[in-house]
T-cell receptor, first 114, second 115 residues
């Protein structure tokens, strides 16, 4: 399994960019990097995913290094509502019908401070 | 469009009692997942369905847990009998297929407390 390593917690000031790092040094060539977040008492929410190119959507940007061994999720203008646990996930092949599953780690608890 | 709907939102039961959780996935999503989340931990997969077929239940404790997805839409997860250690949040998710380039959408979960 391609596992991920994230810092357990981070702080960021409101209005600033929040940069969340993730290491996935054992990632395979066909495995995608996914980011989810979980706000207190809610289910995980999909943010973004990518294979090797940088990706951007309305929520965030995903920067993947050229060797694909690490990535950074960027929230460009963090707000108090972005306080959550952020999970970096490498989509793992199950070997069952060629399908993939999400394997969550413990994530990074991001706190946005006013 | 409604997201993944789970009920109940909260459940408190005494140990050794049975309990059931219900999930209604996003319309048209053929893949359905049940996850277990212990306090302070990330979610862990219990079972995955492709339509009505359970294609990955390797992490489901089959002595007390069971699940079904009749007609390939709604799903029910059951525990019988419940133990104190089953206290956790049970999350349901659905996706349009389970390929590597497919995002899953989660419900709000059912928080189970066994006393």
């Amino acid at each position: 399994d391609a596992k991920t390593t994230q810092p357990p917690s981070m702080d960021c000031a409101e209005g600033r960019a929040a940069n969340l790092p993730c290491n996935h040094s054992t990632i395979s060539g066909n495995e995608y990097v996914y980011w989810y977040r979980q706000i207190h008492s809610q289910g995980p929410q999909y943010i973004i995913h990518g294979l090797k190119n940088n990706e951007t959507n309305e929520m965030a940007s995903l920067i993947i290094t050229e060797d694909r061994k690490s990535s950074t999720l960027i929230l460009p203008h963090a707000t108090l509502r972005d306080t959550a646990v952020y999970y970096c996930i490498v989509r793992v092949a199950t070997g069952i019908q060629g399908a993939q599953k999400l394997v969550f780690g413990q994530g990074t608890r991001l706190t946005i401070n006013p | 469009e409604a997201g993944v709907v789970q009920s109940p939102r909260y459940k408190i039961i005494e140990k050794k009692q049975p309990v059931a959780f219900w999930c209604n996935p996003i319309s048209g999503h053929n893949t359905l997942y049940w996850y277990l989340q212990n306090l302070g931990q990330g979610p862990e997969l219990l079972i995955r369905y492709e339509n009505e077929e359970a294609v990955d239940d390797s992490q489901l404790p089959k002595d007390r847990f069971s699940a079904e997805r009749l007609k390939g839409v709604d799903s029910t997860l059951k525990i019988q009998p419940a133990e104190l250690g089953d206290s956790a949040v049970y999350l349901c998710a659905s996706s349009l297929g389970s390929g590597v380039n497919t995002e899953a959408f989660f419900g709000q979960g059912t928080r189970l407390t066994v006393v």
